[in-house]
């Protein structure tokens, strides 16, 4: 096996392909060490500010000291203090304290590690929210676009994956839009539910502020409200542990989940019609769908939506089997394994929502072959109208039945034994019998009189439920997006 060329050469160790092939810059910077420990430093000086404003001996000239260096970050110190003491947030004490002298001493003043560690991560949370829901809202503001523009365009539906009665391909995708506003409402639910850890001490218990505040309940309540607003929180959860509720964690993760549910379905759709040539996903210029075979466009951004979905679908069973072990105040098993799937579920869902957006930016329709599957199944749908159509003209009910179950039959053995078109109209234009309805056959067949209020249903949604839902993110909606790779 090869050696690596160096310790510091990147393409030398594993990468995460959710950073380094997909996932947008911003996201990326979420979930980074810089935006990570950044906060941390923030963290530690909103409490020093709010301990000093409640009475406690902190000066100016150490609030200054820590506000000059929240940024002056030596990563490489913090690590080498971290491998000595085994302890993260110690490491980063030392690290904040070294370029704080002044401040060293009442930097973590009456805090537990989880006071940067869980805060933090609630601060990453929500701002990650914040960068998903325009993602979505721009998602459906481009397939709502779709919809209108096709609300009219009669298409085969189908149950079972077999044909079914008409719809249209706008009421098609209206489909997909209700399933996204859905997860729209969760995602903002979730954002909005969200509440600092705030300043709680060792155990939830804030013995340790009641100490530092003398026993002056009301300091400690005010503390833990001054840290809260500065975070840009409302509102703090009232009892914690060692750290927040870990449902908390399965909370924003199930809304993901069913994110992912949804965009999963949905290119699942637009994979099914690329295979039935009605409705492609955009193809570049100079795209290669296969290296063995050039005539093939295959949907490879459905398919990576759909693969990267899968992934974000199952990571919800992380949080939901930690919070089932968190034993009493905490334990440290949780720890490892969120570090992982929450970073992965927001990366995960950032990529295949910028995904869906180029897809949605792009869909190709091909109405002439829309058109020809209709007319290939839209005979047999149409013997019903055929027999009423009859029976106004002074037909028998019975007989008409008879005579359109055996036309039809023989119609579908010609389809399916001898692999023809459909020729059923073509036996009911010969057959004498049906002559009173042959001038009527054509209005008919009209595709549009099968599928019922579908252009209106698509009207009415849009207007009524998709287009004031995006009015928060109108500012965000921005143009149109490429995909690197």
């Known amino acids: 096996m090869a050696t690596p060329v160096a310790e510091e050469d990147a393409l030398a160790r594993y990468r995460s392909p959710l950073v380094s092939r997909y996932a947008s810059a911003d996201m990326a910077f979420n979930f980074s060490e810089r935006k990570k420990f950044g906060t941390w430093r ?77 805060n933090t991560d609630l601060i990453v949370l929500r701002d990650g929210f914040n960068l998903l829901l325009p993602k979505l809202a721009r998602v459906i503001s481009r397939l709502a676009d779709f919809a209108e523009t096709y609300a009219d365009l009669p298409t085969l539906g189908f149950t079972h994956y077999q044909p079914a009665q008409l719809t249209t391909v706008g009421k098609r995708c209206c489909l997909w839009i209700q399933d996204l506003c859905m997860d729209l409402k969760n995602l903002e639910r979730a954002r909005d539910d969200l509440r600092f850890r705030g300043v709680k001490g060792t155990t939830g218990t804030q013995a340790s ?100 979905a899968r992934h974000l679908m199952t990571l919800i069973l992380d949080p939901l089997q930690t919070a089932s072990v968190q034993w009493f105040e905490r334990t440290l098993d949780d720890s490892a394994n969120r570090r992982v799937c929450l970073a992965e579920a927001f990366l995960t869902a950032d990529i295949i929502l910028s995904t869906l957006q180029n897809i949605s930016e ?12 209709i007319r290939q199944e839209l005979p047999f749908m149409a013997t019903e109208n055929i027999i009423m159509a009859m029976v106004k003209a002074g037909g028998n009910r019975q007989d008409c039945h008879e005579k359109i179950r055996v036309l039809s039959q023989q119609a579908a053995a010609v389809v399916k034994q001898e692999g023809g078109d459909n020729d059923f109209i073509a036996r009911v234009r010969a057959d004498p019998y049906f002559s009173p309805i042959h001038k009527h056959l054509e209005s008919l067949l009209d595709p549009s009189s099968f599928t019922g209020r579908a252009p209106q249903q698509v009207a009415k949604f849009l207007k009524e439920e998709v287009r004031p839902a995006l009015i928060p993110y109108q500012s965000k909606m921005g143009g149109k997006i490429e995909l690197a790779l």
């Open 362 to 373: 792009g869909l190709v329709v091909y109405p002439k072959v829309i058109d020809r599957r």
């Open 209 to 308: 502020f009641l100490q530092l505040f003398e026993g002056d309940h009301n300091k400690v309540e005010e503390l833990d409200r001054l840290v809260t607003t500065k975070a840009g929180f409302k509102r703090s959860y009232m009892v914690t542990g060692q750290t927040y509720s870990r449902k908390v964690d399965i909370e924003v993760l199930s809304v993901l989940a069913s994110l992912g549910a949804s965009v999963h379905k949905i290119c699942t759709d637009i994979r099914l019609l690329a295979n039935l040539k009605e409705i492609e996903e955009p193809f570049e210029k100079d795209q290669i769908g296969s290296s063995a075979m050039p005539y093939k466009r295959n949907p490879m951004r459905s398919e990576r939506c759909c693969s990267l």
């Open 42 to 118: 923030r963290l530690w000086l909103f409490l020093a500010q709010a301990e000093k404003s409640l009475g406690l001996p902190i000066t100016d000239e150490q609030i200054q000291e820590m506000e000059a260096n929240l940024d002056n970050i030596d990563f490489k110190m913090a690590a080498e203090e971290e491998k000595k003491l085994r302890h993260d947030v110690m490491a980063h004490v030392h690290t904040f304290a070294h370029c704080c002298p002044k401040a060293a001493a009442i930097i973590h003043l009456g805090a537990t590690s989880c006071y940067v560690g869980d």
